[in-house]
């Protein structure tokens, strides 16, 4: 990297705009994040294999405030991981979506007056690649100004030829395994989409909807009558019986018998099953086997009909089995119409009962959000509890873990009760299943390659017409984009298992665990060792942010504004383990002011610090002669390692030690919002606001002490910018590149590849020195307190006197610093009359005795003092009273009184303070 020169100096305000963007080439060109197999140690090389697998953004997406929170917690522990020495691998890539894309293609094919029908499949799937190769990776082109550090070289899409190839691969395996087969049962379907849907992807959410109460005439008699309660009138037209539980009394001798189906008019049975709950309703429920998953169940063990009424597109119509049950005037028309049609006809008909509201939970589609319909359909589904098993025990036993540890529940729940999952969708964009079709002689092949003709008969084939559910290629993410199905990949070899998992919790069950499933299924090992679920970002009313809704924030517009840094800090240092990242976005300004106040500090650190040690080559701290290290230069150093190992805590252990997760290292590390405090409260509060201020003078005065002040000052700050860089990249690069050389040698041309701290040794000497210089920081805390307890403007001078004690000779030696720090004159001993002083008394025993003569108005003081005296006195007394009275103690909820007795004692010590001044100042 070509470094700017050192005499150039620093302008007086970061230009996150000009400078971020060249940073990030200078990276590039250096090929800095590219990871190499070689190097792995699982191959021979010299070191450990760090892997994260981004999740893949889709192809239609744009860059939102969920993945600048998402890939900034990656980008934070891969800069971490390679600064530790570890061969760092972080994969990009992008999924090809197949709902979400195919929905893009299609309206804007209806803005043009025509439909995927009118284009034919080829030209459509055409069209859509064309669209894809346009914008595709537009999001990843967008992820590099917040200054991710993918391996670009290795960028993945979910179809591609080689991720194709795996994908195929596994769906043939499976299949040999008798894993996936091709079933006739309900399933979610999307009449928006056009397309089935798996268990995960019709998401529930509560509405207020009506119960419906229905009679059917009992066949045979005159007004007997069975009543059932619906909320989806319009799907009885798909009744095939009504069910009674065989245990309820009340119709055990109607089972057997015929009831008549309202408005179809045509005769069904009444049977008895388990599955009925006699406590709910009537007792008595509709069966609809080809309209509701429970209803199919009841069909198959009572060997039923299975009547579709309903087309793809949810309109009504005489499917499979239905003969003439749905009336021509309802035949085409919506489901939700036809509600109210059947409704209105059942009124008419004195079929309707009561009706009455009723808030129940309604499926709707993940993509278009269109309420999804049960349907009967012939899918292709994956046997799941098999493939569920090894991905709970591996849970279980700690190879993996789960961070917060709320999630493992959840997620030990859902794969306990784990359904098969339909793997086929009705579209056109997508993996088309590699099954083909003879209507010669009926065979069925299986093929990883294209099928061209039948192997049975040799004659012609047909392939299947659906395509595989995005989630079977992403599930593949971790093994295909090393080179899975190639078992000699060298990557693979090197790489997997990877390390972290970085995701929102909303697809647990959509990709991690099916991801987990997949690596011990096709690897026979978890394809990570931890997960980590972030919050998710919220608007101050804590509704999720969205640009639908109008409460998003585009990161990009962050990053114009205040820089990538800023946005990076704000969002790590504002997200606890798990919690919510809550940001206002109709003011950036103060949403994102944590990061961009942090990174106006450290550059103006960085600008005064560097204006100060100048360009000379610096000696390290280790090779200064002892004598002429200070106090301050030894406290430094020793917060510096307590910040480092305050840091290293945070962030944990990267991996288990012994291939799994001990109980007390599971939920240890990846607290980024602790580890960016340590870094913070070091710069701002240890190094700027003490150790910079306590230096001032040496470092402008040449000597010894000069020298060992600049050896001190690079050193600490190139330490402190390496524990930033993987939050704020960007200017810590700027401002490391300006630091000093050192005499022992270059330190490396990036930030970004040179070493992690590391503590040095602590020892008791070490320890007393700190204590020593946190001593004098009291005693300089004190003294300016009292400056402005006491109104003396900072200019004018005081005497401060220190009582003899055990520390005599520590605030000997640092009487002039504590001067220079407080504007004062500090001696040993007593003033001459302690009459009209302030004392103030340390922790360490030392008193510091202040007189105030000719600095205040010591009558006026003496006044205002004893007044607000007596009034505390008055409100303690009163204050007193009440929690003397057993009735306020009685009537008062407990967190009042304990309010109460808080402030009692905190205006006692306030009374205990100002008496004590009274005694002072005013002689009792």
């Known amino acids: 990297m070509i470094k700017t020169p050192d005499t150039e100096e620093l302008p007086a305000q970061y230009d996150a705009r000009q400078t971020e963007s060249a940073i990030y080439q200078r990276w590039l060109d ?25 999740p893949p953004p889709n192809v239609t997406a744009v860059l939102h405030m969920g993945h600048g929170l998402n890939n900034t917690v990656q980008d934070v522990i891969v800069r971490w991981r390679r600064m530790r020495g570890d061969e760092a691998l972080w994969i990009p890539g992008t999924d090809h979506a197949g709902i979400a894309t195919q929905n893009v293609i299609e ?178 429920v509709k069966i609809t086997p080809a309209h509701d998953p429970n209803d199919f169940e009841v069909g198959v063990r009572h060997k039923l009909s299975m009547p579709v009424i309903m087309a793809p597109d949810g309109t009504m119509a005489n499917g499979a089995d239905a003969g003439s049950r749905v009336p021509a005037s309802l035949v085409g028309v919506d489901r939700f119409a036809a509600r109210e049609q059947i409704v209105s006809l059942l009124e008419k008909l004195g079929s309707l009962g009561r009706t009455e509201p009723h808030a129940h939970a309604v499926r709707h589609c993940y993509r278009c959000d269109t309420v999804v319909e049960p349907r009967l359909s012939d899918q292709w589904f994956v046997k799941m509890k098999p493939l569920a098993e090894p991905a709970l025990a591996g849970v279980r036993d700690g190879t993996i873990r789960i961070l917060p540890e709320r999630w ?91 390390d972290d998992l970085v995701t929102a919790p909303e697809i647990l069950f959509f990709w991690v665990s099916r991801m987990i499933m997949a690596g011990y299924a096709f690897m026979g090992a978890a394809p990570f060792h931890t997960v980590y679920l972030h919050g998710t970002v919220r608007d101050t009313e804590h509704v999720k942010m969205s640009k639908s809704l109008g409460n998003g924030i585009d990161p990009l517009d962050v990053v114009e504004a205040y820089g990538a840094d800023a946005l990076r800090y704000t969002v790590i240092s504002g997200m606890g383990m798990g919690a919510d ?19 106006t500090k450290l550059w103006n650190i960085g600008r005064f610090l560097l204006s100060k040690v100048g360009n000379e080559t610096v000696q390290s701290p280790d090779s200064v002669a002892d004598g002429d290290l200070d106090l301050s230069d030894r406290w430094i150093l020793g917060r510096l390692d307590a910040t480092i190992a305050a840091c290293d805590a945070a962030l944990g252990p990267a991996r288990p030690g012994g291939g799994r997760w001990t109980e007390a290292e599971r939920f240890s590390g990846l607290r980024l919002s602790e580890y960016a405090e340590s870094a913070r409260a070091f710069v701002w509060n240890d190094l700027a606001d003490w ?120 605030f000997g030696k ?56 007596e009034q505390l006195e008055t409100q303690l007394q009163s204050l007193s009273g009440r929690l003397r009275n057993e009735g306020f103690i009685k009537r008062a909820p407990a967190s009042v009184v304990e309010a109460e007795r808080r402030k009692e004692g905190d205006w006692l010590k306030r009374r205990e303070q100002l008496a004590d001044k009274v005694k002072a100042l005013c002689g009792g």
Request: aromatic content about 8%; charged content about 25%.
């Open 691 to 810: 150790y910079l201020e306590s230096t001032k003078f040496r470092i402008e005065s040449p000597g010894p002490g000069r020298d060992a002040a600049r050896a001190v000052i690079v050193h600490v700050f190139d330490q402190a910018l390496r524990l930033l860089h993987p939050i704020m990249p960007f200017i810590t690069e700027t401002l490391w590149q300006r630091l000093p050389e050192s005499v022992a040698g270059s330190r490396g041309d990036f930030i970004a590849t040179v070493a992690w701290p590391e503590r040095s040794s602590s020892s008791p000497e070490r320890d007393r020195e700190i204590a020593d210089f946190e001593i004098v920081k009291e005693a300089v805390t004190a003294i300016r307190q009292l400056r402005s307890d006491y109104a003396i403007p900072p200019g004018k001078p005081i005497e401060v006197f220190v009582s003899q004690n055990r520390n005599a000779a520590l």
């Open 408 to 498: 493992e529940a959840v997620y030990i729940n859902w794969l306990e009760n784990i359904r098969d999952w339909n793997i086929s969708r009705q579209l056109w964009w997508g993996h088309r299943i590699p099954v083909w079709y003879c209507d010669s002689c009926g065979e069925q092949v299986v093929s990883r390659t294209d099928v061209s003709a039948c192997t049975k008969c040799d004659g012609p084939v047909r392939q299947d017409e659906d395509v595989l559910d995005t989630w079977f290629s992403s599930w593949l993410f971790p093994i295909s984009t090393l080179g899975w199905p190639d078992k000699e990949s060298p990557s693979l070899a090197a790489f997997y298992p990877t």
């Open 814 to 869: 640092n009487a002039p610093l504590i001067g220079r720090l407080t504007r004062s004159s500090t001696s040993m001993g007593a003033p001459a009359s302690a009459q009209g002083a302030a004392h103030l008394l340390l922790s360490d025993g030392s008193e510091l005795i202040v007189p105030l003569g000719g600095l205040v108005d010591l009558s006026k003081e003496c006044g205002k003092i004893r007044g607000e005296l």
């Open 581 to 599: 990242l809550v940001l206002d976005h109709r003011d950036l300004e103060r949403s994102f002011a944590p990061g961009r106040n942090f990174a």
């Open 30 to 54: 250096a090929d800095l994040f590219a990871a190499r197999d070689s190097r792995s140690a699982r191959v021979g090389g010299d070191r450990e294999p760090f892997v994260i697998v981004m």
């Open 107 to 284: 309206k804007q094919l209806a803005a043009e007056g025509s439909t995927r029908f009118d284009l034919g499949r080829e030209a459509f799937v055409e069209r859509t690649a064309s669209f894809v190769a346009e914008t595709g990776n537009e999001i990843l082109r967008q992820l590099r100004s917040i200054g991710a550090s993918c391996d670009w070289n290795r960028t993945a899409y979910t179809l591609s030829p080689a991720l194709s190839h795996a994908v195929r691969e596994a769906f043939v395996q499976l299949y040999e395994r008798g894993l996936i087969y091709r079933g006739h049962r309900v399933i979610h379907w999307c009449g928006r989409c056009m397309t089935s849907l798996s268990d995960e992807e019709a998401q529930h959410g509560d509405e207020a909807g009506k119960l419906y109460h229905i009679a059917y005439p009992v066949v045979g008699t005159r007004q007997e009558k069975l009543t059932v309660a619906t909320t989806r009138p319009e799907t009885m037209l798909g009744d095939v019986a009504l069910a009674v539980h065989p245990d309820d009394e009340r119709y055990r001798d109607l089972v057997g018998q015929m009831v008549r189906l309202p408005i179809a008019e045509i005769d069904i049975p009444v049977i008895a099953d388990e599955y009925v709950d006699p406590a709910f309703g009537t007792g008595v």
